[in-house]
């Protein structure tokens, strides 16, 4: 099958544009050379002006007016892209409205993350409200499912804690390399993952000077990352997680541990990544003694990673960062769409 004509304009809109993974969406198309923004829409501001609550957009973007949309209108009339950066549960209307019409669908939320329904309703504590559409949903990191990407119309965009986890623990699991019963995570997190949210934990007092774990031993995230670490393993695959949050406004990082089936060095360590990743536009694979650094990928899509062996226990040692709302949120969601649209996947994210 050739390759699709590349196209001249997608009108573009974002749902949900006034949270943190919605105006970070919006800096993004903003210059985007094919992506053209068109519609964003906001319940609470109605009516308003975009540059009154997202600064830093060029002023034609800036003056666009939040639409107050709902699933069952006609907003599917109004663009071709749609991304939704909505909660979980409140998206899945939207998809299903926006499927019927043959848009393409970028779902931020976690509704269409897990591929069984029955996953969806452990960690979320309701009934999935869509599962008809899951089996069309791809799970949107590049770097795993590039293919699938390619030739769907629905991009289930992937939580910024799975991001940080699955990309460098996949290879190895694939390579029989570690005993997928032995992973052990630990995540630190930017307070802007929580949301943009009014919350006694979140406020500036409880969180300066401060960092705490939370949703222990059961992060909402566990669905999707035991989902595609399973995949990789070719079995089944249950993980310790514990996330951290840290006074910083944006930045994730991870440092993952596993047992080794057999001995390694640091060197066959990295010949694993770099294998898998070498190529890979987005993905700095950092040699010894260098480590990962929120502040390296800051306002990015790009993820670093980097591998060691602790030769006395006989345990990997995984080490990411990445920027939460860019590669594990909003620029990957582009990237991602970037495939399904046909385009350079780089396109607007360099």
């Known amino acids: 099958m050739g390759e699709r004509p590349q196209l001249q304009s997608v009108r573009t809109a974002v749902i949900g544009a006034t949270g943190y993974s919605g105006q970070e969406l919006l800096h993004y198309l903003a210059r985007h050379p094919v992506f053209k923004l068109c519609l964003v829409t906001s319940r609470q501001n109605a009516g308003q002006p975009l540059s009154k609550f997202v600064h830093g957009l060029p002023r034609e973007l800036g003056a666009l007016t939040f639409v107050d949309s709902a699933a069952d209108s006609d907003l599917a009339t109004q663009a071709d892209l749609f991304f939704l950066a909505v909660p979980h549960g409140t998206a899945a209307p939207y998809v299903v409205a ?93 307070v802007s993952g929580a949301g943009r949210k009014v919350e006694l934990r979140l ?32 079995q089944k695959t249950t993980v310790t997680f514990v996330p951290h949050l840290i006074p910083i406004h944006r930045g994730m990082l991870s440092t993952i541990t596993a047992k080794l089936t057999r001995p390694q060095t640091d060197a066959e360590l990295q010949a694993v990544l770099q294998e898998a990743y070498g190529q890979e536009p987005f ?42 709302l860019g590669k594990g949120n909003a620029s990957q969601a582009i990237q991602a769409a970037n495939l399904a649209c046909g385009l350079d996947e780089k396109a607007g994210l360099e």
């Open 203 to 234: 406020l500036f007092g409880e969180v300066n000077d401060n960092m705490y774990a939370y949703s222990v031993p059961k992060h909402r995230h566990l669905g999707e990352i035991e989902q595609e670490l399973s995949l990789a393993a070719g």
């Open 98 to 190: 926006l499927r019927e019409a043959g848009k393409t669908v970028v779902d931020l939320s976690a509704d269409f993350r897990t591929t069984d329904p029955e996953i969806y309703k452990e960690f979320y504590d309701h009934d999935h409200p869509a599962p008809e559409l899951l089996p069309e949903a791809v799970y949107g990191i590049p770097e795993i499912h590039r293919a699938r990407l390619k030739s769907t119309k629905l991009i289930a965009a992937p939580g910024c804690f799975p991001t940080s986890i699955i990309l460098p623990l996949a290879p190895f699991l694939k390579a029989g390399l570690i005993e997928p019963d032995s992973i052990v995570i630990n995540s630190l997190s930017g």
């Open 283 to 324: 993905v700095d694979l950092l040699k010894a003694p260098e480590l990962p650094e929120s502040r390296q990928v800051a306002n990015s899509n790009r993820i670093q990673m980097t591998a060691r062996v602790d030769a006395r226990t006989n345990r990997l040692v995984l080490f990411s960062a990445i920027d939460n």
